[in-house]
């Protein structure tokens, strides 16, 4: 475990880390049927706040809706326990991750009578989103976001993440940091745990929500970008409208605004951070620490 986590939240209560353990029996541990979170809360001048802590709870019971989860908590309550987890911890600033399971039991597929768990982590995470060099290369994955049909995409679930894991573990052996996915019709949809953007001129392009992970951090990036004068719009995109944009970034809660310099073996632009993403990698470090 994370060496700044000394606690836990743990169906309802808070507790020892290392006391809180959770079932070999554990039905999503098994079949990948859970739903979570990633949330980050900033110092502000010595208190925790966490980032449009509204939506991301939102997020997770929209997510546990979808998977047919009963996730019967009080709303008010589970958002709260973030902050107590926060404070249990001591900590001012950290990456937060509620996950809901389901256990204990195994007989077939049926969950029915199952228990609903809830647990919430938290562990120290103080680094900024100022745009570091070097930029991210992208191979574009073969690996595709499955059809909505199959397993939607706009619910964070864990079983989701294996084929963002296939996709990142090719892009990690050809050489490249992360992969481009494509959707199931072949258009662009998101990084493998990242939203995708590109830039042309003055007009911001992103896929629409059907395809990947209705980013929190997109969302915000999308508000920003509107405020400061950009054409802001969800586009069908192909690979060709990566390779051939001024510029490509991604975004996520971790990591904030992400300049892509590469996608394949293609240069994006002049092959550093461009202007546009840089303003709102600033925007959104505004943002976060106001
Ligand atoms: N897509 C996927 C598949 C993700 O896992 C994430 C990270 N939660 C994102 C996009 C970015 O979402 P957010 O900005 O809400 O962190």
Redesign the pocket.
Known sequence: REPSTTHVYFDGQITEADKARPSLWSYSLHYGYGVFE?LRAYDHGGTARIFRLDEHVERLYASARTLGIPLEHDRAALAEAHHEVLRANGLTAGYIRPIVFVGDGLSGLTTRDLDVHVAILAWSWEAGHAVPPPGVRLCVSARRRPPADSFPPHA?ATGNYVV?KLAHNEAVARGYDDAVMLDADGHVA?A????IFAVRGDRLLTPAPHA??P????AAVMELAAGAGLDVREAVMDVPALTGADEVFL????AGVRPVWQVEERPIGSGTTGPVTRRLAELYDDLVSR
Do not use: D, M, V, Y
Request: glycine letters at 12%.
């Open positions: 990633g964070k963002s998101e493998t745990a990242l939203n990947c992970l980013g929190i951090t997109r975004t996520s809660t971790a």
